[in-house]
């Protein structure tokens, strides 16, 4: 019996000197670097190993995201690398995950009010960025520094060149603090003339970035066209954005379906795996969380009350083969003469809806009438909510509802969530506007 103890506590102590000696260790950072495959084509080797980007725009969800077989997260500006996700700071839950970071290092936009002929604020930017670079370039998650994004302006923009030559500065900067790791800088969309200005002032650049949703599947190629031999990221594709749908009369755009989305998400998943055009890491779909851009719905993945949307289904059938175990409701009818229509106030209105559950779980609808969004801002910065009008659903059932039109004139939409129960849920939602006769 007193051997069996000695031999107890000596095991106590071999097991806590193994566990000191590991947390002494120095953090090793994954050495990542970019090489032509056997084909020619372009790769992400991460410690040796090819690494495909399976990423999204975001940093929730992250549990699920791995499930899903996404394997990448890109942020975008210094703070979010200090946020807390499950209760641990968002690099080290993506190390335990085994999820890779592109880290976004924000460089000011001159419309929002940074000149880059002033030296104090371009060393000050410098000082902060190089310091985030010394602090985290260690981090067994991180992929790539994500410098930039849609700063350069319009491709007409005298002042490009002067941002570009400020981003080869802190590239070169980048690198010689950190050679393991790569940097990233995004463009919005891929106009001929943005490329070839980023080719004259930018040398350093390592990967080419490029925001796209609609034309995401062909951004590869048009870059490629454009003069740019490197390798390519879609660093943002997702839905139809807001500015390329068609619009009802009064300018409103129109947006699409959760089916709709989920189609597209899939399709440029599906090409970007394919990487016909061979310059192609991957991508990070946009946007894994909810947020408000035009509309409550139109790029998250989620809602607001934490359920996913068909979407995040459909990278999970890309990335993995399957279908993940509880798939999203299908919405397969939504119908009104309201929709797209010029209305009077207090006017009756009915709505047919039709639904489906892959599992057969019992659904729920939630109805909600809103004013049309007069807060747009672009390039994705933060924008209000707009109001909602609960008196306007009279009746409201997972077969359909019953509307009164709101008794302002104005432009408006509603708004109907189908939810499983069980954390899934579809979203549509149909324009109108309200008119006095």
Known sequence: MLIETHLFRLGRLIGLWAAVYVALQPIRAADVQIQKDPAGRFEILRDGKPWFLRGVCGKENLALLRAHGGNSIRTYGIEELEQRMDGKPLLDRCAELGIAVAAGLWVGHERHGFNYSDPVQVEKQRARILETVRKYRSHPALLLWSLGNEMEGPPSSPRAPLVYEELNTLAARIQSEDPAHPVMTTLAGDAPEKIQTLLRHYPNLEILGINSYAGATRAA?????????????????????????????WGAPIEPGSREKAARCSATSEALAKNSVGNLLGGFCFFWGQKQETTSTWYGMFLKTGEKLPPADALCRTWTGRWPANQCPRIDQFESDLRNATVPPRTLYTVRLSASDAESQPLRAEWQVTAESTDRRSGGDAESEPGSFPDAVLEAKVTGALIRTPDRPGNYRLFVIVRDGHGAASVENLCFRVEPR
Do not use: M, N, R
Request: neutral net charge; without cysteine.
């Open 221 to 249: 190629q048009a870059v490629l066209d454009a003069g740019w031999k490197k390798p390519v990221v879609i660093a943002e594709y997702g839905p139809s954005g807001h500015w390329e749908v068609p619009k009802t009369v």
